[in-house]
């Protein structure tokens, strides 16, 4: 017998890195949608290894790494493993998360992270993360990061080395998405970060529709959250769905309200 929730028969764009989108898109299938792939964002690696390297080698004198992605996560036990650093390296070090799969992740690479903020985002994490002078802090990060993380731990008086630990690039696969909103195709539009938001909007312009903002607002846009919300709002789009909690489930559960409510008026 087949399932019915709110969310049955939605076609739902997801955005996010390819490899990135499978349990997203398994979560939304369960509750019945359809999803539709049109990646605006590629995660590659950095252009070379040398700097990160040279940082990742003298891990034992850091106090701290903070993690705020997966991507990060990933990068740093990959070239772990190159290096043939020891495994008791790490020993002494702690590890901060910035967000729910980024946590599942280190634990799944069995280094449970130390904290985790409550909110997954920069901001909240600075307000939480306290007592950090004189601390050595790695932070992997992509290569188009904001500032803020870097620069606030700073002031407070830690040595913060940032690395580049990918690149974000855009992915032409995006482009697919203009011929579904010329079709009306779409119900909703999901954006998990601030470059998916741009890089949709730049592929759509060179794929030759320059009201491409007209378009997806037509459309129901969801965000995983405040900074890719803003992102949004700044390049012309309206945001009609925000996820209370910054992850993927938390977008899932938003969207399930959003639905479930649509319904309730219909």
């Known amino acids: 017998m087949t399932m019915h929730t709110p969310l049955t028969g939605k076609r739902i764009v997801l955005t996010r890195a390819r ?25 590659l690696p950095p252009d070379n290894w040398q700097t990160f390297d040279r940082a990742l080698s003298q891990i034992e004198g850091f106090d701290w790494m903070i993690a705020s992605s997966t991507n990060a996560v990933r990068a740093f036990f990959e070239r772990y493993g190159v290096l043939g650093l020891p495994c008791n390296a790490l020993d002494q070090l702690k590890i901060a998360a910035i967000g729910k799969a980024t946590a599942k992740l280190l634990t799944d690479f069995g280094h449970a992270p130390d904290f985790v903020p409550h909110a997954y985002v920069a901001e909240q994490f600075l307000v939480e993360f306290q007592d950090i002078a004189g601390q050595r802090i790695f932070l992997p990060q992509a290569d188009i990061a904001r500032p803020l993380l870097r620069e606030a731990l700073i002031e407070r008086g830690a040595e913060v080395t940032a690395v580049v630990a990918y690149r974000t690039v855009p992915d032409p696969q995006v482009v697919e998405l203009a011929e579904l909103l010329r079709q009306q195709q779409v119900d909703v539009v999901t954006f998990t970060s601030s470059s998916t938001v741009r890089y949709t909007i730049e592929a759509l312009h060179a794929a030759g529709m320059r009201n491409s903002q007209e378009f997806l607002n037509q459309t129901i846009i969801a965000t995983i959250g405040p900074i890719t919300s803003q992102t949004a709002l700044d390049v012309g789009l309206r945001v009609d769905i925000e996820a209370a909690e910054h992850s993927t489930q938390g977008l899932v559960e938003a969207l399930l309200e959003w639905a479930k409510a649509e319904k309730e008026l219909a």
């Not at 989108?21 to 590629?42: D, N, R, V």
Request: aromatic share 8%; net charge negative.
């Open 19 to 43: 490899e990135q989108m499978t349990e997203f898109a398994q979560l939304l299938a369960a509750h019945g949608a359809e999803t539709l792939y049109c990646s605006a964002i590629q995660t």
